[in-house]
Structure formats: C-alpha cells, structure tokens
C-alpha cells in the first residue's frame, strides 16, 4: 500500500469538471458509429412506403400487382397484414402504422415496401396504385376551433375571477399571437434496424429517445409480449423531442418485415419522407385579455391558447398543458384564467419539440409584457421587474409555490454586467438620428419547470457493475442525443465512488438491461437517471467500506473512498486492489438503483398542485439591427445569464446554453413551416427551410453561469437533485424570446414607443418589414 497526500477537500473544482463529451473524439474522427454506419447484414431489406394523395380521403382500393412484380421488391404489407395492433400511439389512439379505412393526413403511409436496395423500395412506391373518395379537409387551428373540433378536451387553470380583476383595472389591453412550428431537422434523420429473433421475436435497433416506448408498440405490432423484444440504443445524431413518439414507426415497421420474412429490415426515411411523415413543433394561436395599474403591475389576465395538433393527440396533450403551465413564465399572476384548446387538423400529428410546449406559452407572456410596456410609455424591463413572483406574489395559477426566487437578483446582475441602461439610452438616440436603420434591446427572462407533468414518468433506473479489475460499467434508462448525457452519468458515478472517470464506461440503452425506462426528455434525463446510477452506486459502495472494515479489522467511519483508492486508518489502498480482494472474498459487485422524483403531483380535476420539483431560471439581453428598406436583420449582441445549480460539467453545460439559444432563435426568426391549400408541406427539405448557420450567430455572444447560494425548498432543506445540479437542456431555448423581442422593439422605435405592432413567428425579414410598415402607419396616424 502506498501513501498519498490527503486532499483539502473531496468536492473538485468547477473547472475540473469541463471534460469533454464522451463521445467527442469518436464524432470528429468518424468512428462514432450511427445506425446507417453499422455495416449491412447479408440478404437485408430496405423499407420505404407509398403515402396517401389527398390530406382527408376514404380509401376505395389499393393495386399493388406493379409494385409487387418490379425488381427487387420481396415484401409489400397494408395494414390487414400487420399481425398485431396497427395502432402505434404512444398515449391515446389514432397513430395507425398504416393507414386503412381512410387517410387523414397528405403523405399519411398505406403501403410499406421491402425490397433489396432503398432505391428499388422507393420505385416500387411509385408503381402503387391507390383510389380515393375525396373528403374535405380541415388544415386551419382556427377553422377546427371554431367548430370545436378537438383531439381532446379543452383543460383550465384558474386563479380568482380574471374577468372581474380585468374590468376593474384601470387600463385593459387585448392582443393575439400566431406562432408556427417548427422541424427538428436533426443531423441524423429517422432510422431503424430489426433482427428477428428465434422466438418470433426482435431485435431493434433505434435512433430513439424512448426505447422502452420502442420495445412495447413492436411488441404490440408483433402480437407477442415484451420480452421477446430488445430495443437498443447507442447514440443518435440529435433528436429534440422528434425521437421521442415518433422514432416507433420505423421501428414497428422494420420489426414486421424482418419477423414476416426471417431478414435483417432497415428502415431509413429519406429527408423528405421524414418532413413529410413526422411531426413538428405545435403551432399555436394565443390570445389574451390583461388589466393592469398605472404602473403596469398585473391585475388579471385571460389566455387561451390553441395548439394545432394534427390529426391525432399523439403527446399534444402534455404539450398544451405544459404551454398552460409556462403562460405566467416569471411573473405572478393574482387572478388568471388560462384554457388550452386541441385542435384536430388534416396534417401530420405534431409532437414533442424541446421546450415541449413551454416557449409557445411563454412567448405569449413576453408579448403581453411588452404591450402593457408600450400601452404605457415604460422600459418594458421595468415592467417585467415589476411583475416578477416574490415573497407573498409566489403562486402560480395552477397553485405551486416558486420556492426559489432567484430572477429578482439575477435579473439585476445581467442588467448590470450587459450594461442595459446604457445601451437603452444609446439605441434610443440612435435611432433618432437613423432613418433607414434601427436597432432593438430586450432582457427577457426564463422560469422553465423541470419533471414531466405526467407523474409515472418520473422514474429511473439503472444498473452498475464493478468488474474484478476495478473497472465500472453502467447501464442507465437515458439515451444520449449529443446531449452529454452518458458523459455526465460517468462523471456521477466516478465522484460517487470516489476514482478516477477513465475507470467507468457507460453502455448503450437497452430494454434487457434497464426495463421500463421514461423517455430521455422533459430536460429530465441527468436528473432521473443520475439519481438512479448514484443510488446503485452508493448501494456498492457501502458493501466495499463494509468488506473493508471486517478486513483491516477497523470501524467503518474510519474509511473513505477517495482519489482512487481506499483510505483506512490513513493509508491508501488502490482501488482495484479493493475490488479483487472484495471478489475473492464473495461480495456481490453488482447493484441496481432506482429513483422517483418526491414532491410531485397535479390534480387534473381541480387543476392544482405541483407538476414540477423545481424551476429553472435565466435571463438574456438581445440587440438586433433592423434594415428597414428589406427587413433584414442581424443579432449584433447577446449576453445571457443562467443558472445550472451547480454544474456537473459546465463545459457540456455551456454547449447546451449556446445550442439552445440558437435553436430557439431560428423557430422565432427563419424556421418557416409553410403548406399549400390542400395540405402539402412546401417547405420539405433543406433548399426551403432554413435553420440557423454560423452566419447567424451574434457577433458578440457572452454566456455566464449565476452563482448563488444552494437553492432551498420549502421547509429550508436542499432540494434533492443530483450533487445540487440543475436540468439545462431545454430552458435556454426561451431565452431566444429576447431576439423576438428586440426585433419588435425595433419596430416599436418607430412608433416612439407607444404602440407594439404585430409580428410573426417567425420573423422573417418579410414579417420584420411588415411590422415596420405597421409601425410607420400607427406614427402617421397618430399625427393626425
């Protein structure tokens, strides 16, 4: 046994945490390995599928005899061939996996091909001859909810009489909002291999985000019980909510090819087949009615907000309500009144998008704050200040308390080191001067709620075994998206054992090994599944200070396990040498952990209670410059302020502030989700839909993390998240909010402030021209 130095203290640095992703070098050499990377088994099939022609039809007939004699085709289904249940819903029904009786979406599938080359696959789709009765579609969320035609019931929280607050109030104000979705556009599109088992039975292999949810609906396509079937998961190349429900289908069809014809199946959509076929981020239409005081302190507010789900509920009713919970974002709200609406159109079933609902609700808070601002002549800063939850103004409308009040203090500090007051003084004045060119300023903040509203889900499991040369491999219920989930994990486990992080290594996802899993989502996935791998690991850990004390014959107190060794009485014996002495002597090195989040819970019928175990917060100031001649823009400065808890690797933590900020920045300004008038998405590859570049970034881009003192619950005890961390994967997609924002506020100069014209999402150069124009006119007319 060697000595070693003590340390001065087991917690390490912050900096010491920045490691980098576990999978970093492997993705710039090329060896990370995808699912279309694995080489191909012999005799595998290829699956592409014939979509439907109309957007709401009756099928009168299907001809596949061309298809079924062109070359390379081995099998055709349609859904009468599908052995178990076709539908492949992920809550409620309606998901078919193949069209039958009618269509209800354009490019819906009906006929699923599998032949020996993609290629083949594709022209044989081309050869299916289908005859339809037309029926009328219904494509507009206004349209389905005027005629109140809903995927699910409406659902409302209230808090007082908001109709009574906003006719008292001294000043009322009205305003609407429409905000269009947005494609996940993930690097690596959807894709899925099977391998039949000999049990009638599978083997999946998913670019999934839920692959217990994978395991169940192949099973139930199959007609056979979970446990013939395996779902698998290495890495995807991005998901943000698009794998989430969505990844089954081509999993479920890949499974039923290879089970019906003894084969390895690869299902792989084009890109275009994948905007066609998969879902989006909800379109909303939000509207209120707000009352408030001359100071523009809130005194009531009725919100309805209506998501446009698709033709079936798929996860759109998480979806809205997480919308209703994000309405109020930072800001307290005495009486309120907010329904959510589920409106049914003839479009492809839109689904999780990060944030999950919360930015289209959010965002509908923002815009109202920057009305009354408008409505009043005030900095709209001042008017968010004012309006902030804080000690007795600490209720949110669907009655949890914001226990931790950190936006007060943190907005404070990103006004002072952004230098907001200034630059307000300065772009005012500038834009004075400019006639053809004005910028934009807005600090908006983020109170984003972390667990999945649906209790059950808030569980974890995992499995840690220690080999019996001190190596660690782990098993978790999460997937890693690129996210640095499994990096994170490692760290966990590593700090929790007390060794070095090149000892643990962390397995793909697989349903044989963790079952039962939720789905990696909800920003939910360090949270759960770090609690669950710290749980197994402390469970091992105790048995090693156990086998150590009966060992060297000394109490259990007296030892620690640290800096990879194991310290009794001071000497330091090396780790592995621990683990092989506590093998030889039959102590099991294998533990299974497990974890639900405690506090929660929301009463649906009475719309309270407390959905969420905690909130995260941040706050950032965007500048824009405006061209007014084209509308044309540019993001000139950003700074953000966000706090993580206490970060277990700021590095990945960084990269998920900058990735989210920038991805909420194209939805707002460039993503356009465009359909014609018969259903048909226009904008269904990369030359007609634009996601942000690194031309788009801000030419001055500062990220700092807010330090404060351990958040605290209720009672004054720690609340329970892994090392006092905080979830950081989707919160910061809101804070691009500001970029929106500021682009109004541009155009607001125009109207010396006292008016907020309309602006799109996106805002697009045209939207940001129109809204100038609106300004221009408001100005013109005030003259008058």
């Known amino acids: 046994m060697r000595r070693l130095p003590e340390p001065d203290t087991a917690i390490r640095r912050r900096e010491d945490r920045s490691i980098a992703h576990e999978s970093a070098a492997k993705h710039i050499t090329g060896r990370a390995q995808y699912l279309d990377d694995i080489p191909e088994w012999p005799d595998m099939l290829h699956v592409a599928t014939a979509g439907a022609e109309y957007a709401h039809a009756i099928i009168e007939g299907v001809d596949l005899e061309a298809a079924r004699s062109a070359p390379g085709v081995v099998d055709l289904i349609i859904q009468r061939d599908i052995p178990g249940n076709p539908d492949i819903s992920p809550v409620f029904s309606g998901d078919l996996l193949l069209a039958g009786e009618k269509v209800d979406y354009l490019g819906q599938p009906v006929v699923a091909v599998a032949a020996t080359s993609l290629t083949a696959a594709k022209r044989a789709c081309a050869l299916v001859k289908i005859r339809y009765r037309p029926l009328e579609p219904r494509l507009s969320v206004k349209e389905a909810l005027a005629r109140e035609d809903f995927v699910l019931p409406s659902h409302t929280l209230a808090m007082g009489d908001a109709a009574a607050a906003i006719a008292a109030a001294e000043h009322p104000l009205a305003g609407e909002l429409y905000l269009r979705g947005q494609e996940h556009f993930y690097l690596e599109g959807q894709i899925s291999i099977a391998l039949p088992s000999e049990d009638g039975g599978a083997r999946v292999y998913s670019s999934s985000q839920h692959p217990a949810e994978v395991q169940k609906l192949v099973a139930q396509v199959l007609g056979q019980p979970l446990h013939l079937v395996q779902a698998e998961v290495r890495r995807m190349g991005g998901a943000f909510g698009g794998k989430e429900s969505q990844a089954a289908s081509l999993a479920c069809m890949a499974a039923v090819f290879a089970v019906r014809n003894r084969r390895p199946v690869k299902y792989r959509m084009p890109r275009r087949d994948d905007m066609v076929q998969t879902g989006k981020r909800h379109d909303f239409w939000n509207s209120y009615r707000v009352g408030f005081d001359s100071k523009g302190l809130i005194q009531g507010v009725e919100m309805d907000l209506v998501g446009l789900c698709g033709h079936s509920a798929d996860l759109s009713d998480g979806v809205v309500d997480r919308a209703m919970f994000h309405a109020d974002n930072a800001y307290y709200l005495p009486s309120a009144r907010i329904s959510g609406h589920r409106c049914r159109t003839n479009t492809v079933s839109n689904t999780a998008f990060r944030g999950f609902g919360g930015p289209q609700g959010m965002l509908a808070a923002e815009a109202m704050l920057d009305d009354i601002a408008h409505a009043l002549g005030a900095d709209p800063l001042d008017i968010r200040k004012r309006n902030l939850y804080r000690d007795g103004r600490n209720t949110t409308p669907y009655g949890q308390k914001v226990e931790e009040q950190l936006l007060p203090e943190l907005i404070e500090q990103l006004e002072r080191t952004s230098d907001y007051r200034n630059r307000r003084r300065e772009i005012r004045d500038f834009n004075a001067a400019s006639k053809y060119r004005k910028k934009g300023l807005s600090l908006t903040p983020v109170k984003f709620g972390i667990s999945f509203t649906s209790k059950h889900l808030n569980q974890a499991g995992a499995l840690v075994h220690i080999y019996a040369d001190g190596s660690i491999h ?50 939910a996935g360090t949270d759960l599944n770090g609690m669950a791998a710290l749980n197994a690991v402390n469970t091992l850990k105790q048995r090693l200070l156990e086998y150590a004390a009966e060992t060297y014959d000394t109490d259990i107190d007296r030892i620690a396990i640290r800096d990879d060794h194991c310290w009794v009485d001071g000497r330091a014996i090396p780790f592995a040498e621990l683990v092989k002495g506590a093998y030889m002597a039959r102590v099991s090195l294998s533990a299974t952990g497990f974890y639900r989040t405690p506090k929660i819970g929301y009463d649906r019928a009475a719309a309270r209670g407390r959905p969420f175990h905690y909130f995260a917060n941040g706050a950032a100031v965007s500048e824009v410059s405006v061209d007014l001649h084209t509308g044309e823009y540019r993001v000139t400065r950003v700074d953000i302020l966000h706090d993580v808890g206490d970060s277990l690797n700021p590095a990945i933590d960084l990269g998920q502030i900058e990735g989210g900020f920038v991805q909420g920045m194209g939805w707002l300004t460039s993503e356009e989700l465009l359909w014609d008038g018969r259903g048909r998405i226009i904008s269904d590859s990369p030359a007609n839909y634009k996601i942000p570049t690194a031309g788009d970034l801000p030419e001055i881009f500062n990220i700092d993390f807010f330090q404060h003192p351990l958040f605290q619950g209720a009672a004054g005890a720690e609340e329970e998240t892994v090392y006092r961390s905080k979830a950081v994967g989707e919160p910061p997609l809101m804070l691009a909010i500001s ?39 408001f100005a013109e007319e005030a003259k008058r």
């Open 739 to 777: 970029v929106w924002c500021a682009l109004r506020d541009a155009c607001a100069s125009l109207a010396d402030y006292r008016f907020s014209p309309p602006l799109g999402v996106p805002a697009t150069p045209e939207q940001v021209y129109f809204c100038a124009r609106a300004a221009l006119q």
């Open 474 to 523: 782990v098993s978790h219920g999460g997937t890693e998206m690129g996210q640095g989930l499994h990096t994170k994990i490692a760290q966990i486990v590593a700090r929790g054992f007390g060794v070095d992080l090149d000892r643990v290594q962390v397995a793909a996802t697989a349903t044989d090994q963790v079952p039962n899993a939720s789905p990696t989502a909800a920003s």
